[in-house]
């Protein structure tokens, strides 16, 4: 089991070699094994060219980058992070999220706690929304939004023919409402309760009507709007 909370304390005063070097003492690696086994964890955190600089002195990511190589060092079959993308510049978050998704291709199993929602949507397919420690639903991304379908499923889509589209898509019986955007002309707005039906049917819709589409996006396919209506029924 490897852990890597979101909090820390008391040891600023340990180089980040030492700090890795005492935990993975502490989880009973020994000798030249141990040393090894430090050196490729702070190298797989990006942290090789500051690991003799005192804790202390680390940035907020830094201190991130260096836990986690404190929760790896000893090869966990499971690996535990409390918000571990917090404090990181977007190249940091990026870098960190690449090394997951290595250890997970590795078959590690990587169980992430995060307020940033967004982030853990590119992380992982399987989600676990909790709220007040009450469970509110357990799948992937469109497993979850299945059990809101009781709200209005938001549609955008950005075309130079917006008047032409709307009108037809106003005639489909499951879509409930068709809006044309007065700030950006080329933008239809519609809402429906059968999303699925409507992804399904739209190509159609686009090639019989001979329309072009230069976007199309749904801001409610993603964890922080299925989060707010759970939230908010």
Do not use: W
């Not at 070699?17 to 003492?25: N, S, Y």
């Not at 090869?75 to 190249?91: M, S």
């Not at 008047?163 to 239809?188: E, F, I, N, T, W």
């Amino acid at each position: 089991l490897g852990y890597c909370p979101e909090m820390e304390g008391g040891y600023d005063d340990l180089t980040g070699r030492d700090f890795v070097t005492l935990l993975a003492a502490m989880a009973g690696l020994r000798g030249s094994g141990r040393t090894a086994a430090v050196d490729t964890a702070i190298e797989r955190v990006g942290m090789s060219a500051n690991a003799d600089r005192k804790v202390g002195g680390y940035s907020k990511g830094m201190r991130q980058r260096i836990k986690l190589a404190q929760g790896i060092v000893h090869n966990p079959e499971v690996l535990i992070l409390d918000e571990p993308l917090n404090g990181l510049d977007p190249v940091g978050r990026a870098e960190v999220a690449r090394l997951l998704t290595a250890l997970a291709a590795e078959g590690k199993c990587i169980v992430i706690s995060s307020h940033i929602l967004y982030e853990v949507e590119h992380l992982t397919r399987n989600i676990l929304l909790m709220h007040h420690g009450r469970v509110l639903a357990q799948g992937d991304i469109y497993q979850i939004r299945s059990l809101i379908d009781r709200h209005p499923h938001q549609i955008a889509i950005v075309t130079p023919e917006a008047r032409r589209l709307a009108a037809r898509l106003m005639a489909l019986d499951y879509v409930l409402s068709v809006k044309l955007d007065r700030v950006l002309p080329d933008r239809v707005e519609l809402q429906t309760h059968a999303p699925d039906q409507f992804y399904a049917h739209f190509p159609e819709i686009v090639t019989a009507g001979d329309f072009v589409i230069h976007s199309f996006d749904s801001p409610d396919n993603n964890l922080e709007s299925v989060f707010r209506y759970l939230v908010n029924p």
